[in-house]
C-alpha cells in the first residue's frame, strides 16, 4: 500500500486558504488520493478524491502533481469549523481505507 | 440524508463483560467497514463485509466477532473486555468499490471497559 507523508500541524487564519499538502511518492497507477476530516471525536468526514486531474466541489479542491508523487487540498476560505485533523490516504487495498498520520489543521480568528 | 447510523452512542462496560455495537449503513449500501480508535491515536481497520460476506480483515483481535446480516446491518461482538479495548468505535458504509465512491461514517460508539 502506497504511504502518505503529512505535516502534523499547520495554521491558518480565517478567511484565508488553506493548503495541506500530502507527498505519496510510491502511490500505483490504479490508486486513488482521498482526502477526510475528523472533527475532534467526530467520524471522519469525507471532503474530496481524485486519480489524476484536479478535482473540485462545494467542500475544497484537490490538486495533484502530473507525476501523482503528491497533492494538495485547498480550503479556499477557512472557517473556525475547519478546526480538524486532515487525513491523506492512498493506500487503498481490497476497498479498505487505511488512516496514517493527518495534519492538525487549527484556524484561528 | 439518511446517514449511518450507529447505536448505542455510549456504552460503560466492565472488565471481561462483553459487547455488542450495532451498525446500520446508508440504505443500498453493501459494504460496512469497522474501525477502532483509541485515545490520541488515529482510526485503526478492524474488518469489512461486503454482501454479508467478510470481505477483509484487519488489526481485530480474536476476542472480537462481526457480522452483516441480510437488511445490510451489522454488529461487533466484543467479550472478555479489556481496559484497552475502551475507546470510539466507527462504522462506515459505502457502495459498490469503495476507491471510486468512497466511504461514509457513522458518529460512533464510545466504549468504556471499567
Known amino acids: 500500500d502506497a504511504k502518505t507523508t503529512q505535516p502534523p500541524s499547520m495554521d491558518c487564519a480565517e478567511g484565508r486558504a488553506a493548503n495541506l499538502p500530502c507527498n505519496h511518492s510510491?502511490?500505483?497507477?490504479?490508486?486513488?488520493v482521498y482526502w477526510y476530516r475528523q472533527i475532534h471525536s467526530q467520524g471522519p468526514q469525507y471532503i474530496i478524491h481524485?486519480?489524476?486531474n484536479n478535482e473540485t466541489n462545494e467542500m475544497a479542491s484537490l490538486i495533484i502533481t502530473e507525476d501523482r508523487k503528491s497533492s494538495t487540498l485547498i480550503l479556499p476560505h477557512a472557517t473556525l469549523r475547519d478546526t480538524a485533523v486532515y487525513y491523506c490516504?492512498?493506500?487503498?487495498?481490497?476497498?479498505?481505507?487505511?488512516f496514517g498520520k493527518g495534519t492538525m489543521l487549527l484556524v484561528s480568528p | 440524508a439518511a446517514g449511518v447510523i450507529q447505536s448505542p452512542r455510549h456504552l460503560i462496560k466492565e472488565k471481561r463483560e462483553t459487547a455488542t455495537l450495532k451498525c446500520y449503513p446508508i440504505?443500498?449500501?453493501?459494504?460496512v467497514y469497522w474501525y477502532q480508535q483509541g485515545p490520541g491515536q488515529d482510526p485503526q481497520f478492524l474488518i469489512s463485509?461486503?454482501?454479508?460476506?467478510?470481505?477483509d480483515k484487519g488489526s481485530i483481535p480474536d476476542r472480537f466477532s462481526a457480522q452483516q446480516f441480510s437488511d445490510y446491518h451489522s454488529e461487533l461482538n466484543m467479550s472478555s473486555l479489556e481496559l484497552g479495548d475502551s475507546a470510539l468505535y466507527f462504522c462506515?458504509?459505502?457502495?459498490?468499490?469503495?476507491?471510486?465512491?468512497?466511504?461514509?461514517f457513522g458518529s460512533g460508539t464510545r466504549l468504556t471497559v471499567v
Open positions: 462506515a458504509s459505502s457502495f459498490g468499490r469503495a476507491e471510486v465512491y468512497g466511504y461514509t
Open positions: 510510491t502511490i500505483s497507477g490504479n490508486e486513488y
Open positions: 481524485g486519480l489524476k
Open positions: 490516504i492512498v493506500s487503498v487495498r481490497y476497498s479498505t481505507l487505511t
Open positions: 440504505p443500498r449500501h453493501d459494504t
Open positions: 463485509f461486503y454482501e454479508k460476506m467478510q470481505s
